[in-house]
């Protein structure tokens, strides 16, 4: 491992070597790998060693009792052909798409009104995080399956106390079937999701106080009104937050599972509206036993992800700003 | 010339500054009752929750609903978390696994971010990209082989597949735990070493007394996590006496509206009552948790 030793040791090794010649140095190099020696093993054994295994999973019909047969691309190729498999993709880019963005304009709304000298502002802040604390738990997807209950639901009730028959304003809407509605489940779940809103909104109230009020004067001597400093000043400031909760928001929403599992009693109904892409990657792993047409999904959903990261890193490159850090970014 | 015209200027700018003073007020006036209205919708689902496990049956089903029960059902905490449902039980095993697994990822990623804060070794930063970088895989890619894996150590059903792998870091928390040691001041090695000190003994003696507020931030989301996933129990536990709360809650639902509603809701309260008494009286770690993951993102 040790490279040439050169007498004066100054950034003339080898590119490769893994310890400098220089006594000191080396020593520091040893015990940083000591350091990190748990991520490193945890690395190989839990995460390198299982994504290699599971790229050959995927190409064998796998059943966990007898040994993986080789099968090439048929997994792959089944579901092209699955319909199933399509629907779970599609449900899943819906709630992507629906709950993420929400997310990001509440939470920054929110972060926004906070943000004005509201009195109280430590009491607004714990209580608005309370739920994140527990969204996603099975408690919470059980709550909201009552919540949403079409017949003895509260939310219809107030949808029909507003605009039902008899209501308020009487447009004889009394609300939606909710979760047993193939076309209301997604606005269900994203519903649901909001409700855990409170942590993103803490990360934008953090960056929103980080923002210096050098620019807003700035900006309010130039002339700016409140709107075009908020989108002139504030948004361009907190682009990295954006960026960061949106793509964290993304690869979150892709991995939806515990809810779609609790509520629909892991079948993904009604009529697969449910059928979340991890939900469908489940059953087919350890309610049908099919550990290699499981892995090939698990492959697509990992190459998907990672092209979704880019290609938003890739866009984001116009439109984030990155206060120069002498530290060299992260 | 030069007063008359300050002078003169004064007062527009003085009333420019009053109606700009008063435009703040309505702001904020309007601000805050936004921000209570959400409140209220907010915090709505957790009242009812609270409303309905003090319900009697008849009550959870009657239309109108009933808002305030009657008369406060409080044998229905005891009617969920006894009889069928161990919840006793569920509770003991949730913690078992919770503390093994905080400990062990807790010490884990101290020992690993120190390292990726503190010490220099070629090709450092490259290796810190490869643990960022696994923050953005979805953890569903090394499932199958990790439970194939597991199930030949004969590991399934038992609580080793969930607190095994926590003692090798996570990502995000090592993340988290680097930010906060790159802040302490470089001399403490530099002491360290002329003192005779080696590395592990600076860390163990000096690093890690100083960052316990980190450390307590990163167990406590750490917690936080074991103590309410669903999904590692599902697959890694098959047996009643092995289940967490999380499957206890689960059983509870029943198929065709049969489900108990007003038990469901007073064991849903039970088991978030720990989450929620941890947050308020650990705030302060919290917030500094989420605040360092976003902000320096």
Not at chain 1, 81 to 97: E, G
Not at chain 1, 191 to 220: D, H, R
Not at chain 1, 280 to 297: E, P, V
Not at chain 2, 145 to 151: D, L, R
Request: contains cysteine; aromatic residues 16%; proline residues 6%.
């Amino acid at each position: 491992m040790a490279t040439q030793t050169l007498p004066s040791g100054k950034k003339k090794e080898s590119s490769w070597a893994l310890l400098p010649s220089n006594k000191l140095a080396r020593r520091e190099a040893i015990w940083f790998w000591v350091f990190i020696s748990p991520w490193v093993i945890g690395f190989l054994v839990f995460t390198l060693y299982p994504i290699l295994a599971s790229a050959y999973y995927s190409l064998t019909v796998y059943n966990i009792s007898s040994p993986p047969r080789w099968t090439g691309f048929d997994n792959y190729v089944s579901l092209w052909k699955d319909r199933v498999f399509w629907k779970s993709l599609q449900v899943t880019s819906y709630f992507t798409l629906l709950s993420v963005p929400l997310g990001i304009v509440l939470g920054i709304a929110l972060a926004v009104l906070l943000n004005q000298k509201v009195p109280g502002v430590g009491v607004f802040r714990t209580l608005y995080y309370l739920p994140s604390l527990m969204a996603g738990s099975v408690a919470v997807a059980l709550l909201f399956s009552w919540l949403l209950n079409p017949q003895f639901g509260v939310i219809n009730l107030f949808i029909r106390n507003l605009v039902g028959t008899n209501g308020l304003i009487p447009l004889g809407w009394n609300g939606p079937r909710w979760l047993q509605d193939p076309n209301w489940v997604i606005p269900a779940y994203t519903m649901m999701s909001l409700w855990g809103f409170g942590s993103t909104m803490l990360i934008y109230l953090s960056a929103l106080q980080g923002v210096p009020t050098a620019l807003y004067e700035a900006a309010e001597i130039d002339g700016a009104n409140r709107i075009q400093r908020f989108f002139r000043v504030t948004i361009p400031m907190i682009s990295p937050v954006i960026l960061f909760t949106f793509i964290t928001g993304v690869i979150g929403a892709f991995q939806q599972f515990t809810q779609a599992y609790v509520i629909s009693n892991g079948d993904g109904s009604p009529a697969y509206a449910s059928m979340f892409y991890n939900l469908y990657l489940f059953l087919n792993a350890f309610r049908r036993y099919r550990l290699g047409m499981a892995s090939a999904q698990a492959w697509i959903l990992m190459v998907i992800v990672l092209l979704l990261t880019v290609a938003m890193f890739w866009v984001s490159r116009r439109y984030v700003y990155y206060e120069s850090d002498e530290e060299g970014g992260i | 010339m030069a007063t008359t015209s300050i002078e003169q200027a004064l007062p527009s700018s003085k009333r420019y500054m009053v109606s700009k003073k008063r435009q703040e007020l309505v702001i904020r006036v309007i601000a805050t009752l936004i921000c209570l209205a959400g409140l209220v919708i907010i915090l709505f689902p957790l009242v009812w929750m609270i409303s309905t496990s003090l319900k009697t049956r008849a009550e959870v089903a009657k239309f109108p609903p009933v808002w305030i029960p009657a008369e406060a059902q409080w044998h229905n905490y005891r009617d969920a978390l006894t009889g069928n449902n161990r919840f006793d039980l569920y509770f003991k095993n949730t913690l078992y696994y919770s503390v093994g697994a905080t400990l062990g990822e807790t010490l884990s990623c101290a020992l690993v971010a120190y390292g990726f804060a503190r010490l220099r070794a070629p090709h450092k930063n490259k290796l810190f990209v490869l643990v960022l970088a696994t923050m953005m895989l979805p953890g569903w890619v090394t499932l199958i082989p990790q439970y194939i894996m597991f199930s030949k150590f004969k590991w399934i059903d038992t609580f080793y597949p969930l607190i095994v792998p926590r003692f090798f870091g996570s990502a995000y928390l090592i993340f988290m735990l680097r930010q906060f040691y790159k802040g302490l001041p470089k001399d403490y090695e530099e002491a360290g070493l002329i003192d005779g000190a080696n590395y592990f003994t600076i860390w163990w003696r000096i690093i890690l007394p100083l960052s316990l507020p980190a450390l307590g931030a990163v167990s406590i989301m750490s917690f936080m996590y074991h103590y309410q996933d669903f999904f590692g129990p599902l697959i890694y536990l098959s047996s009643q006496k092995n289940y967490p709360i999380s499957l206890g809650l689960q059983q509870f639902q029943a198929p065709f509206g049969g489900t108990a509603f007003h038990l469901l809701m007073a064991a849903s309260v039970v088991t978030i009552i720990p989450p929620v008494i941890l947050f308020f009286l650990a705030q302060r770690y919290f917030i500094q948790g989420i605040v360092v993951s976003g902000v320096k993102g």
